[in-house]
């Protein structure tokens, strides 16, 4: 294509100098909770990069929503990010399954001043979405959990968002290997990105931010 030249691929330093031009690049307390997840060990990846995180605070903010969901919490980096976004009295609902897990989150959610903004739901989310109204009342959902499941998490949102309203699905390029689907999850995942890219009730875009984010708007 002719404007392939445009894409640029990003070095060490493109990076570094991405993730110091947002306006939330100097947090501590973000700061100190990805350093207390990363002591999880390998677990700890499972955290956004700070630059998603500033993307959802800005994304959430100028969608002007008062009603969010996320599925899959881990120790709470996005959820701040969501909350902190959500328009005055908005209300931000976590699922998680790991009480040890929120339990970091919590004590993040209330040292950034957004605890009263978050209700943590424990079980599985399915269940827990089973459980909401179906009504189309949510602006925005953040989707970061188990990957065989993200397909019925889609299905079970998509009549609850507004009209207008977004789904954000993460971990959608794999590391690359949805190219090549050599995983479980990459061949779940590449089903799921031609399914969203053919769906009628919805535009979706796949955007190059962390491990690939897509976002489909509801029509």
Known sequence: MPTDHKTLALTPEHFAYIRRCHSFSDDPILDELAAVTSELGDIGGMQIPPEQGAFFTVLVGALGARHAIEIGTFTGYSSICIARGLAPEGRLICCDISREWTDIARR??????????IELRLG??????????DEPVFDFAFVDADKPAYEAYYEKLLPRMREGGLIAFDNMLQAGRIIHPDTENARILNQLNQKLSRDPRIACTLLPIGDGLTLCRKL
């Not at 993040?108 to 903004?117: M, P, S």
């Not at 599985?124 to 909401?132: E, K, R, V, W």
Request: glycine residues 0%; charged residues 35%; hydrophobic residues 45%.
């Open 108 to 117: 993040y959610w209330e040292r950034a001043d957004v605890a009263d903004r």
């Open 124 to 133: 599985p989310a399915l269940d827990t979405l089973d459980a909401l109204p």
